[in-house]
């Protein structure tokens, strides 16, 4: 017994495409979330789905901005609540010496106060490197990276001075400090800067 499929065309489907897109999500009371400018991106009405290229996102806490995040496409799904960025992710925090978390892939769910950022991670500011290939930078500003995690220290000039490897590390972006921990609990290590 032989089947096929007919080829069927969805005759409702419309891509529309936007150029110079400047879009704001607010929550339920009225605070904004977070601000998306696009240069070229196109709206699916079937699935109710963004695909934006180039964009840039401003996630906003009150009136500021928290961080700032660039990629090179990115989709926006589930009523606004879903925006997934791929292809050199580069978020920026607002430190006055200047922190970036850079990754292949950022995944943020808009009810869950975490972010997901997988595929050759690295955090940087001007003392620190770490490398790992997923993390999760959490709403206590506590960014999680997992095994395994290469730790580089930078010396005056810029150079690496000397490096660790760990499980998993955690750095606070408040106390600009990391800790390393191990399953097995027997390790763990402190640096403040």
């Known amino acids: 017994m032989i089947g096929c499929a007919p080829n069927v ?28 400018t696009s240069p070229n991106s ?4 079937i699935e109710l789905k963004f695909e934006l290229k180039n964009p840039i996102i401003n996630i906003l806490k009150g ?4 961080y700032i995040i660039s990629s090179e496409e990115s989709t926006l799904s ?3 609540k879903l925006l997934k960025l791929k292809g ?4 920026r925090t607002f430190k006055k010496n200047g922190e970036f978390l850079y990754a292949n892939n950022f995944i943020w769910n808009i009810e869950n106060p975490n972010y997901l950022l997988e595929g050759n991670i690295r955090f940087e500011n001007q003392n620190i490197i770490l490398n790992a290939e997923k993390a999760i930078l959490g709403a206590d500003n506590i960014i999680e990276f997992f095994n395994p995690v290469k730790y580089i220290i930078k010396s005056e000039n810029n150079e690496n001075k000397y490096e660790i490897n760990s499980e ?6 408040i106390t600009e400090s990391v800790s390393f921990k191990a399953k097995d609990k027997r390790v763990k290590s402190i640096i403040y800067f």
Do not use: P
């Not at 009136?63 to 928290?66: D, I, L, N, P, V």
């Not at 050199?88 to 978020?91: A, F, H, Q, W």
């Open 63 to 66: 009136k500021e901005t928290k």
């Open 88 to 91: 050199n992710v580069k978020l």
């Open 78 to 80: 589930e009523n606004n």
């Open 9 to 36: 065309i969805d005759e409702n489907k419309v891509i529309q495409k936007i150029e110079s897109l400047d879009m704001t999500i607010f929550s339920e009371s009225g605070d904004k979330i977070y601000s998306i």
């Open 42 to 45: 196109s709206y699916d009405n």
């Open 168 to 173: 998993n590390a955690y750095y606070n972006l």
